[in-house]
């Protein structure tokens, strides 16, 4: 049983064992988390993005420059995007960056809004704007770099980032800057003579409020629970999120009962609150700091001052009224009867027994008020909690023990920004009111120092530093503090160097870096270097010994934490979960689910321990060869080899940050570790790892595609199928995130493999729905089944997989009388292929085939031929369509609860999909369900998730079939 039984809430309530005054309160279904995904790359999501009014734009300044200042003179939207919450320890900032569009004139996109009728992506047809909300914290002794860092990328200025996009905007007079906290009073004055800006105050309860309505509606894990250091995300259903009760525990505590948007109360409060324990804890242990203080508690043991129920009871519990010995009868109890003093308690015991006894006060009361209004949830926020681990147990398991395990407390990942985020949102015409879960995509990037650490640091020259690739460094020692402040714990970075293997070479070639850098510290202030440099040399740097705990921090750990109290405990959590949230208003939820609020994306649930060792390990030994690749896709050059490095740093660290609290970003599972892979090496400029390995395979694949179409079409229509599906099967050999596959491709040629790969099938497959497959499409005797009447293929790999599998497949399909969407990855992740290289593929493949080139002219993807899209619809209106859409996603796998709007609209009509590869169909969606009938094919090419999945062996074979929900219920009648 946990030790924390040791530190029971104090007695003293009458109606402790009163059952019925206890209404059972509930939290919704209690996942572990999934992270989240988005695509944070501009280039490939922006055709599905709101765009700027680029009419009549034009560059202003020199032509030669390297990032020419735009005008943008018909761009009138006026997006407020700053606002603060000063308080006394800590300024949060809230601040939206616009997405640059760089949308290409991609004419199959054009020809898809004709045949869809999506409509036309000018952001006026959405109600928010594309962009990105960023999170930020200085520390308030320093808002003097606050201001630095508002001024260097021009927040204050309103609209646009005027610097960037619109430098001669003038200086606003009147703008104004909605900010909450005592600090909006006090240091309205400040901005005004700094930033030349007015503040506008705003209610610090409703912000409060408006910020965490915001998150628990707009953010899929949002909330969580946190017992013995295990954290779990809990689903809010935000239809039945109201009423709440909003406990902030900041120097005093606040309830407040919140029903609804801009509708609460503050029902009740303690004097008793954070500024207690840290004032009477300073008094008594001289501490110099809050964490110290904290920390101090961890280390506590609280039986050697407060006095307990076996003290009274010579060492029995009292049964009869259901408390146990260990219960506090009474805090700092015992100090009365033992002759000591001060000096004689352990400041760590002094702290523990201050800490248990204000959080078990504070959640007695919230509990209490909960049961007096009959509120279902109790979230706790503020400055007390800011994350720390050891305090939310100890406020979870009062909550626990006052309810008698009926509530659970629950906290907010991003809790120390409820009322940053509240400011932002009282500016009339945010529009974030208007957002969905699926519009919002959270990315944790690394080079970017600002992205939601206990920041303070140097002002960086622009909203895109990373686009932009420069910044400007600040003195050495915001550089130094800004060191200690990525969204990476030193300890990460300290377990990489100690794990992994590749880190002597690595190690070797950045200390060349930081010899060749040094001189870049020594400029100091005003020296131009690129964030990269700068996060190569930041990597370098701290793989230096550091302390485990250094001093004045809340260290990572390092503390004999007792073992009862969790042994995983972590107290600055917060300060590095924080990511940058991705607005994306064009991302929908895919129609063809049967239900997506209970749809879960991961089939493999790395909560499970053993779990999340092997993939970190496969993902580990992958990446050497990972950034070969990288390297080489850009050329081999010096700053290739170095981002190489660096992107091997980086996704390490994540690893190991993962690895020490896998739910450090939200809820994690295999589909989110292999996008943040693929985000990871987007963040460091490599476009596309295995472009000229795609582009060999399409060569040599469509170089065999008419023999095989030759051989398909001398086979009768039964054993043509049974060869299409096997010959997917087989051609999902083709897959350079498979360490296995990537071995064999030493061993032969493409088309050696291929044929070996096709040779070896042979049915039953492991798991082998073909017959049903068979039944649908081809029928059974003389009754000819309606072909369907829109397949969506969900193609996986370039080369082999999608020439000589997948379109074979989508022509016979085409040929039936059905039309095909090939869905693809709008951005490149490893081999897959990517909806801008369709178009391409398909001509070539048309050249050989009539049934593809006609099915191609007419879904507008032949577009060289044709002069416009409509017209060419009307020519063909004899053949069905073969169209191309983007998925909405760059990784290899796919969360069906975000994809691309043009993906949504081609399944308005679909009644078949066919989800292919290993990432769509097993690690992902291996147990969706759709609405319409869904074809799942990959091979397997990982033995462990053979054994796991399909108790099978590595290349074993799925062949799933899922008939439509209602087909199920008519054969079962039948
Ligand atoms: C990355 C992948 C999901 C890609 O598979 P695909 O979707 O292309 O079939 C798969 O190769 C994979 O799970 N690889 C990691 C495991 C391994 O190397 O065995
Ligand atoms: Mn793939």
Same mark, same amino acid.
């Given at each position: 049983?946990?030790?924390?039984?040791?530190?029971?809430?104090?007695?003293?309530?009458?109606?402790?064992?009163?059952?019925?005054?206890?209404?059972?309160?509930?939290?919704?279904?209690?996942?572990?988390?999934?992270?989240?995904?988005?695509?944070?790359?501009?280039?490939?999501?922006?055709?599905?993005?709101?765009?700027? =009014?680029?009419?009549?734009?034009?560059?202003? #300044?020199?032509?030669?420059?390297? %990032?020419?200042?735009?005008?943008?003179?018909?761009?009138?939207?006026?997006?407020?995007?700053?606002?603060?919450?000063?308080?006394?320890?800590?300024?949060?900032?809230?601040?939206?960056?616009?997405?640059?569009?760089?949308?290409?004139?991609?004419?199959?996109?054009?020809?898809?809004?004709?045949?869809?009728?999506?409509?036309?992506?000018?952001?006026?047809?959405?109600?928010?704007?594309?962009?990105?909300?960023?999170?930020?914290?200085?520390?308030?002794?320093?808002?003097?770099?606050?201001?630095?860092?508002?001024?260097?990328?021009?927040?204050?200025?309103?609209?646009?980032?005027?610097?960037?996009?619109?430098?001669?905007?003038?200086?606003?007079?009147?703008?104004?800057?909605?900010?909450?906290?005592?600090?909006?009073?006090?240091?309205?004055?400040?901005?005004?003579?700094?930033?030349?800006?007015?503040?506008?105050?705003?209610?610090?309860?409703?912000?409060?409020?408006? #910020?965490?309505?915001?998150?628990?509606?707009?953010?899929?894990?949002?909330?969580?629970?946190?017992?013995?250091?295990?954290?779990?995300?809990?689903?809010?259903?935000?239809?039945?999120?109201?009423?709440?009760?909003?406990?902030?525990?900041?120097?005093?505590?606040?309830?407040?009962?919140?029903?609804?948007?801009?509708?609460?109360?503050?029902?009740?409060?303690?004097?008793?609150?954070?500024?207690?324990?840290?004032?009477?804890?300073?008094?008594?242990?001289?501490?110099?700091?809050?964490?110290?203080?904290?920390?101090?508690?961890?280390? /506590?043991?609280?039986?050697?001052? =407060?006095?307990?129920?076996?003290?009274?009871? #010579?060492?029995?519990?009292?049964?009869?009224?259901?408390?146990?010995?260990?219960?506090?009868?009474?805090?700092? /109890?015992?100090?009365?009867?033992?002759?000591?003093?001060?000096?004689?308690?352990?400041?760590? %015991?002094?702290?523990?027994?201050?800490?248990?006894?204000?959080?078990?006060?504070?959640?007695?009361?919230?509990?209490?008020?909960?049961?007096?209004?009959?509120?279902?949830?109790?979230?706790?926020?503020?400055?007390?909690?800011?994350?720390?681990?050891?305090?939310?147990?100890?406020?979870?398991?009062?909550?626990?023990?006052?309810?008698?395990?009926?509530?659970?407390?629950?906290?907010?990942?991003?809790?120390?920004?409820?009322?940053?985020?509240?400011?932002?949102?009282?500016?009339?015409?945010?529009?974030?009111?208007?957002?969905?879960?699926?519009?919002?995509?959270?990315?944790?990037?690394?080079?970017?120092?600002?992205?939601?650490?206990?920041?303070?640091?140097?002002?960086?020259?622009?909203?895109?530093?990373?686009?932009?690739?420069?910044?400007?460094?600040?003195?050495?020692?915001?550089?130094?503090?800004?060191?200690? =402040?990525?969204?990476?714990?030193?300890?990460?970075?300290?377990?990489?160097?100690?794990?992994?293997?590749?880190?002597?070479?690595?190690?070797?070639?950045?200390?060349?870096?930081?010899?060749?850098?040094?001189?870049?510290?020594?400029?100091?202030?005003?020296?131009?270097?690129?964030?990269?440099?700068?996060?190569?040399?930041?990597?370098?740097?701290?793989?230096?010994?550091?302390?485990?705990?250094?001093?004045?921090?809340?260290?990572? /750990?390092?503390?004999?934490?007792?073992?009862?109290? #969790?042994?995983?405990?972590?107290?600055?959590?917060?300060?590095?979960?924080?990511?940058?949230?991705?607005?994306?208003?064009?991302?929908?939820?895919?129609?063809?689910?049967?239900?997506?609020?209970?749809?879960?994306?991961?089939?493999?649930?790395?909560?499970?321990?053993?779990?999340?060792?092997?993939?970190?390990?496969?993902?580990?030994?992958?990446?050497?060869?990972?950034?070969?690749?990288?390297?080489?896709?850009?050329?081999?050059?010096?700053?290739?080899?170095?981002?190489?490095?660096?992107?091997?740093?980086?996704?390490?660290?994540?690893?190991?940050?993962?690895?020490?609290?896998?739910?450090?970003?939200?809820?994690?599972?295999?589909?989110?570790?292999?996008?943040?892979?693929?985000?990871?090496?987007?963040?460091?400029?490599?476009?596309?790892?295995?472009?000229?390995?795609?582009?060999?395979?399409?060569?040599?694949?469509?170089?065999?595609?008419?023999?095989?179409?030759?051989?398909?079409?001398?086979?009768?229509?039964?054993?043509?199928?049974?060869?299409?599906?096997?010959?997917?099967?087989?051609?999902?050999?083709?897959?350079?995130?498979?360490?296995?596959?990537?071995?064999?491709?030493?061993?032969?040629?493409?088309?050696?493999?291929?044929?070996?790969?096709?040779?070896?099938?042979?049915?039953?497959?492991?798991?082998?729905?073909?017959?049903?497959?068979?039944?649908?499409?081809?029928?059974?005797?003389?009754?000819?089944?309606?072909?369907?009447?829109?397949?969506?293929?969900?193609?996986?790999?370039?080369?082999?997989?999608?020439?000589?599998?997948?379109?074979?497949?989508?022509?016979?399909?085409?040929?039936?009388?059905?039309?095909?969407?090939?869905?693809?990855?709008?951005?490149?992740?490893?081999?897959?292929?990517?909806?801008?290289?369709?178009?391409?593929?398909?001509?070539?493949?048309?050249?050989?085939?009539?049934?593809?080139?006609?099915?191609?002219?007419?879904?507008?993807?032949?577009?060289?031929?044709?002069?416009?899209?409509?017209?060419?619809?009307?020519?063909?209106?004899?053949?069905?369509?073969?169209?191309?859409?983007?998925?909405?996603?760059?990784?290899?796998?796919? %969360?069906?609860?975000?994809?691309?709007?043009?993906?949504?609209?081609?399944?308005?009509?679909?009644?078949?999909?066919?989800?292919?590869?290993?990432?769509?169909?097993?690690?992902?969606?291996?147990?969706?369900?759709?609405?319409?009938?869904?074809?799942?094919?990959?091979?397997?090419?990982?033995?462990?998730?053979?054994?796991?999945?399909?108790?099978?062996?590595?290349?074993?074979?799925?062949?799933?079939?899922?008939?439509?929900?209602? %087909?199920?219920?008519?054969?079962?009648?039948?």
């Amino acid at each position: 049983m946990s030790s924390l039984t040791e530190g029971h809430p104090p007695i003293g309530i009458d109606d402790i064992n009163d059952e019925s005054k206890h209404k059972k309160l509930n939290t919704d279904v209690v996942e572990r988390e999934s992270g989240e995904r988005e695509m944070g790359h501009s280039i490939h999501r922006s055709g599905s993005r709101p765009q700027l =009014d680029l009419s009549k734009a034009a560059i202003q #300044g020199n032509f030669e420059e390297k %990032d020419p200042t735009i005008l943008l003179p018909n761009q009138s939207d006026d997006i407020s995007h700053l606002a603060l919450d000063i308080g006394g320890s800590l300024i949060k900032l809230v601040y939206f960056s616009r997405h640059e569009d760089r949308s290409v004139n991609d004419r199959r996109k054009k020809s898809i809004k004709e045949i869809f009728g999506v409509s036309n992506c000018n952001r006026r047809s959405y109600p928010i704007l594309g962009g990105r909300l960023h999170f930020v914290k200085f520390e308030t002794t320093k808002i003097n770099e606050c201001l630095d860092f508002i001024s260097s990328k021009q927040l204050h200025r309103g609209g646009l980032d005027a610097r960037h996009w619109n430098s001669d905007a003038p200086d606003n007079e009147n703008a104004v800057i909605k900010a909450t906290g005592g600090g909006a009073f006090k240091f309205a004055d400040l901005f005004k003579e700094r930033l030349g800006v007015s503040i506008d105050k705003e209610d610090e309860m409703g912000c409060l409020v408006s #910020g965490a309505n915001f998150l628990l509606k707009a953010i899929r894990h949002e909330a969580f629970t946190h017992m013995e250091g295990h954290k779990e995300f809990v689903q809010i259903d935000t239809n039945d999120l109201f009423p709440y009760l909003l406990v902030n525990i900041g120097s005093g505590v606040s309830m407040i009962k919140v029903d609804g948007d801009g509708k609460f109360q503050r029902v009740s409060g303690t004097n008793v609150g954070g500024g207690t324990y840290w004032g009477l804890g300073k008094l008594l242990t001289k501490c110099k700091s809050f964490d110290e203080l904290l920390e101090l508690s961890q280390r /506590g043991d609280n039986r050697t001052i =407060d006095m307990l129920v076996g003290d009274i009871y #010579g060492g029995m519990d009292y049964s009869k009224i259901g408390l146990s010995a260990s219960t506090i009868a009474s805090s700092f /109890g015992k100090a009365i009867s033992e002759n000591k003093n001060l000096e004689d308690y352990r400041p760590e %015991d002094i702290s523990l027994s201050l800490l248990r006894m204000i959080s078990y006060n504070i959640g007695q009361i919230a509990y209490l008020n909960a049961l007096r209004f009959g509120l279902k949830r109790i979230f706790f926020g503020g400055f007390f909690i800011r994350g720390h681990a050891y305090t939310m147990d100890t406020i979870s398991f009062a909550i626990q023990f006052w309810s008698k395990g009926d509530a659970q407390a629950m906290f907010l990942r991003h809790e120390g920004f409820l009322g940053a985020l509240g400011a932002f949102m009282s500016y009339e015409k945010h529009g974030l009111d208007d957002l969905m879960v699926h519009h919002l995509v959270e990315r944790f990037p690394m080079g970017a120092p600002y992205t939601g650490g206990k920041i303070h640091g140097p002002p960086l020259g622009d909203l895109n530093e990373k686009a932009s690739g420069e910044e400007l460094v600040g003195t050495r020692s915001s550089w130094i503090s800004d060191m200690a =402040d990525s969204n990476l714990s030193r300890d990460a970075w300290v377990q990489y160097s100690n794990s992994s293997n590749m880190l002597g070479s690595i190690h070797c070639k950045l200390h060349e870096n930081v010899h060749q850098l040094a001189s870049f510290q020594s400029v100091g202030f005003k020296q131009k270097i690129s964030w990269m440099e700068k996060f190569v040399r930041k990597g370098t740097e701290i793989t230096a010994p550091v302390p485990m705990a250094p001093p004045g921090t809340t260290g990572l /750990g390092g503390f004999e934490v007792p073992s009862s109290k #969790g042994d995983t405990l972590r107290s600055d959590a917060s300060n590095l979960n924080v990511g940058v949230l991705h607005l994306v208003p064009t991302l929908e939820v895919f129609p063809l689910l049967v239900d997506p609020k209970t749809y879960e994306p991961n089939t493999i649930d790395l909560a499970d321990h053993g779990e999340l060792e092997y993939w970190f390990t496969v993902l580990s030994e992958h990446l050497p060869d990972l950034v070969d690749k990288a390297v080489a896709s850009e050329g081999g050059t010096e700053d290739a080899k170095r981002r190489g490095d660096a992107f091997a740093r980086a996704f390490s660290a994540h690893l190991a940050r993962l690895m020490e609290e896998p739910a450090a970003y939200g809820k994690l599972g295999l589909a989110n570790l292999l996008e943040l892979r693929e985000e990871c090496l987007r963040e460091f400029q490599f476009v596309d790892a295995y472009r000229s390995i795609k582009q060999r395979e399409n060569e040599a694949s469509l170089a065999v595609l008419p023999d095989l179409l030759m051989e398909l079409d001398s086979m009768n229509e039964e054993a043509r199928l049974l060869t299409l599906i096997e010959g997917v099967l087989a051609a999902n050999i083709f897959d350079w995130g498979s360490r296995a596959c990537v071995d064999l491709y030493h061993k032969g040629t493409i088309i050696e493999i291929y044929r070996m790969s096709r040779n070896k099938m042979q049915r039953p497959w492991r798991v082998d729905d073909f017959d049903l497959f068979k039944k649908k499409v081809l029928g059974s005797g003389e009754k000819k089944p309606h072909p369907h009447k829109r397949a969506l293929l969900f193609v996986d790999n370039a080369g082999a997989d999608v020439v000589l599998g997948m379109l074979p497949l989508a022509r016979e399909l085409l040929r039936r009388g059905t039309e095909v969407v090939l869905v693809a990855n709008s951005l490149p992740a490893l081999n897959d292929v990517t909806a801008m290289e369709l178009p391409d593929i398909v001509a070539e493949a048309a050249k050989h085939c009539d049934i593809l080139r006609r099915a191609a002219e007419a879904g507008g993807l032949l577009v060289d031929v044709m002069i416009n899209a409509a017209d060419v619809n009307k020519e063909n209106s004899s053949s069905v369509p073969l169209m191309v859409v983007e998925n909405g996603c760059g990784s290899p796998c796919i %969360d069906l609860r975000q994809v691309s709007s043009e993906l949504a609209a081609a399944a308005k009509d679909a009644d078949l999909v066919i989800l292919e590869g290993m990432g769509r169909s097993l690690h992902t969606n291996y147990n969706a369900q759709f609405k319409c009938d869904a074809l799942k094919l990959a091979m397997v090419k990982n033995q462990r998730l053979a054994e796991k999945l399909i108790k099978g062996n590595i290349y074993d074979c799925v062949c799933r079939y899922e008939p439509a929900s209602s %087909d199920l219920q008519s054969s079962s009648l039948s």
